[in-house]
Structures are given as C-alpha cells and as structure tokens.
C-alpha cells in the first residue's frame, strides 16, 4: 500500500532479493507502476503530481519516490481528448519491505532461484507462492506464461503457459510429457475407440482405422500440446512414453 498524504494506491511492487545464500534480504529500492489517471484526471496535472509524492509511506515504512519514466499512449480506433498512460517510479525505503514468507530455507531459496532464472525478466508473485508435498508452484502474471513449478523431490523446474490449468501441466509431467527431447506416445490398449479417436486426432496425424492395430506408435507427440487431451481420454485407453525412434 503507497500512502501520500491522506491518498492512498495499492500497488504491485516490483523488488529483488540480494544474497546467494539462505537467507536473502529483500532489495531497497521498489519498482512499480501507477495510471496517470489515478494521480489526477488531467495528464499534465497527473505528471506534475508523479513528480511530486511526498511524504510517502510503502506499507508504512517511509519511502523516497523518484519517478523514473511517463508512458502516454494515444489511440487512432477510438476518439480521445486526452492521453492515457503510465507513470513508473522507484521507491528507496528505509528498511527492505518484509518477503512474504520467510527465507531461511535453504531449499526454498534454491527453487527460488530456479524459478527466477526459468522466468528470465518476468516477475514472480512473491505472495501467491503456493507449497505443496511434492511442489513448489511460483505464479507469474504475464501473457503467455503463467507459473514455474518446481519438483520438490529432484529440484526440477518447468514453465506453465497458455491457457491449460496448471493442474493438467502438473499431470503433464508427472505423465513424462514434457522432457526434453520428446518421445513416443505408444498406445497400448483401447477401451474406448470413440473417444480414444477424438482425443488423438486433436495432436496426431492419424486415421481411425489405425487404431485396430496395437501398440500405435505416436512419434514425437509426447509433448504439453497432448496433456489436455490425453488426460480427459484417461480412462478410453492407455498409454506410455518411449523414448524416440527414428
């Protein structure tokens, strides 16, 4: 929460953590982002005002706000008197805003880490940080990709994306179909032919009447694009992945 006066924002704060080792200490200096409307209806106005927050308080701790850059955008599809935009600042506090979960974990820290080199410059939520018996699951807003989960048993790490719920990427791996390269997916045993068919045709190149013939080898598909489908035809057939021929 940015406090200025009697105004107050809540905003998403942008902070690094320093120190390799357990446990690391939140950064002094925040980054985050406030529209330019919510300063004052008028851009000007609004910039002048950005130039000027003080006295400031970040979660109560006192903070110097320096604005760093004005972004305005302006639109040709719509019809608009005034631009809109963007002001982005940097906060020096006097003490490192708290992390939203202790750090003292070695292990923790590590899969933090994993997750931050995984996300390259996308932001990890520090406080939607979920833990489970077996993963680590760090959310990322950002379009296109959504997560890192990090295997709590062996320190692996992959990237959730798109659309697909996070639980069908968790069944994705658990499932082998998301190492690298990918393998076969070797149909073993049809129950169901309907829906096996109308599953398999979503990420195979195949012919119903290939199904009368088994074990039907699917090269290369064990890949994230089958999870959805494979794992809503569960119970018409199974399968496993096979490293790949050819």
């Keep these: 929460m940015l406090t200025v006066d009697h105004a107050r924002w809540d905003i998403q ?3 690094q953590l320093r120190g390799k080792a357990a446990p690391p200490t939140p950064d002094h200096r925040i980054r985050f982002t406030l529209e330019l409307s919510s300063l004052h209806a008028d851009w000007q106005t609004a ?7 003080e006295p400031a308080l970040i979660d109560g701790i006192p903070a110097r706000i320096e ?43 590590k899969a933090l880490a994993q997750a931050g080199n995984l996300a390259g410059n996308l932001l990890i939520q520090a406080d939607e940080i979920e ?9 990322i807003q950002n379009i296109g990709a959504n997560g890192v989960i990090v295997d709590r048993s062996n320190g692996r790490a992959f990237m ?23 393998g076969d997916v070797v ?5 169901d032919p309907d829906r096996a068919f109308a599953a398999l045709r979503r990420f195979a190149r195949i012919r119903r009447e ?9 090269h290369g598909c064990a890949s994230w694009m089958a999870a959805a489908e494979l794992k809503e035809a569960e119970t018409a057939l199974r399968w496993r992945v096979a490293p790949r021929v050819g």
């Design 67 to 109: 604005l760093q850059t004005v972004e305005l955008h302006f639109s040709t599809y719509v019809e608009q008197t005034e631009p809109h935009g963007d002001a982005i600042f940097v906060a020096i506090v006097d003490k490192p805003a708290p992390f939203p979960r202790t750090l003292d974990d070695p292990e923790f820290v």
């Design 160 to 182: 959730t994306a798109g659309s697909m719920a996070r639980s069908t990427w968790i069944w994705a791996y658990e499932h082998r179909l998301l190492e690298e390269p990918s």
């Design 47 to 53: 910039i002048a005002r950005a130039r000027r927050l």
């Design 13 to 15: 704060a942008e902070c």
């Design 131 to 139: 833990v489970s018996e077996r993963y680590w699951i760090f959310p």
């Design 210 to 218: 290939d199904l009368a013939t088994l074990p039907l080898v699917l």
């Design 187 to 191: 149909i073993e045993q049809i129950s």
